[in-house]
Each structure stands twice: as structure tokens, then as C-alpha cells.
């Protein structure tokens, strides 16, 4: 599995395989990111392909905002599969900017999605969602990565 972070450039191989993890990012270096467990995750079922992750590899609080969306925006248009993972906290990571990345891409048959039980404020996307595909809204971030890496194969 090859990463990509933000932090250094994004040589995608537009041939292979790639997964761009969409979702809320943390604000602030004490909010834990939920993508290292969707590396971890990835790891266990040996996937072999490219995985975007839109956060920095080294941590810092402040980061140049045009360099990171254009790199965004590079990664969303070119990978193969968008996996939109929004375990939103209103204070910690209220994922306004995935709204309107998941809106830009609802309709897309790249894109798979899912939320933790509970996670507020996803009604309207479920909904979104559920307009344009019959796959299932995951509720666990392990049965959406495993449903992704079935798509791929």
C-alpha cells in the first residue's frame, strides 16, 4: 500500500488503484483523526493500492489552505474510489467542508459512504446518498473499507 499526505506531493500512479479518504479532519492536534484506523484497517485486508490521505504525516496546527485544497482537489478528481467516512462532532470536527465535498459528489458511482451510529447531522446525506445508490450506508468503518476493496478487485 502506498500513502500520500498532504504535506508531500501527490505522484499518483492514475493507472492504479487509489483511495482518497474523505471525511472531517481534525482542527487541533488533540482531536484524534479517525484515518489512522483506516490505514490500519486497510493493512489487514492487504490492500495493495494508493491511499490519499488529505492530512499532514507531520503534525502542525497551521498549514497553507490553498496548497492543501488544490492538493485536495487533485486527489478527489483523479482517484478511483472516494470513501466519505463522517464520524462528525459538532465541536471537534463539524466536517463543513465534507458537506460540501460530498455534495459535489453524491451522485458519483466512485463514491461509497458511511457514519457511525449516532453521528449527528447526517440525515440530508444519508438521504443524498441513498437518491443515486443502492449500496448500503456503512455504519462501520472496518464493513465500508472491506465493501470498497471488494469494488476494487
Not at 46 to 68: A, C, L, M, S, W
Not at 112 to 118: A, E, I, L, N, Q
Not at 129 to 142: A, E, M, P, R
Request: charge should be negative.
Amino acid at each position: 500500500m502506498k500513502t500520500f499526505y498532504s504535506d508531500f506531493p501527490l505522484d499518483l500512479d492514475l493507472n492504479q488503484k487509489s483511495i482518497f479518504l474523505a471525511g472531517p479532519t481534525p482542527r487541533s492536534l488533540s482531536v484524534k483523526s479517525w484515518r489512522p484506523e483506516a490505514l490500519e484497517i486497510l493493512e489487514e485486508l492487504n490492500y495493495d493500492g494508493q491511499v490519499i490521505v488529505p492530512e499532514r504525516k507531520v503534525k502542525q496546527e497551521h498549514i497553507d489552505y490553498i496548497t492543501q485544497v488544490e492538493w485536495e482537489n487533485y486527489g478527489t478528481e483523479n482517484c478511483k474510489i472516494l470513501v466519505f467516512w463522517i464520524p462528525r462532532n459538532i465541536e471537534t470536527m463539524p466536517a463543513f467542508t465534507t458537506n460540501v465535498e460530498f455534495g459535489r459528489y453524491a451522485d458519483s458511482l466512485r463514491t461509497f459512504y458511511g457514519r457511525p451510529d449516532g453521528s449527528p447531522k447526517n440525515r440530508y446525506l444519508d438521504w443524498l446518498y441513498k437518491k443515486f445508490h443502492t449500496n448500503k450506508i456503512h455504519n462501520n468503518l472496518k464493513e465500508l473499507l472491506e465493501n470498497v476493496c471488494l469494488t476494487l478487485t
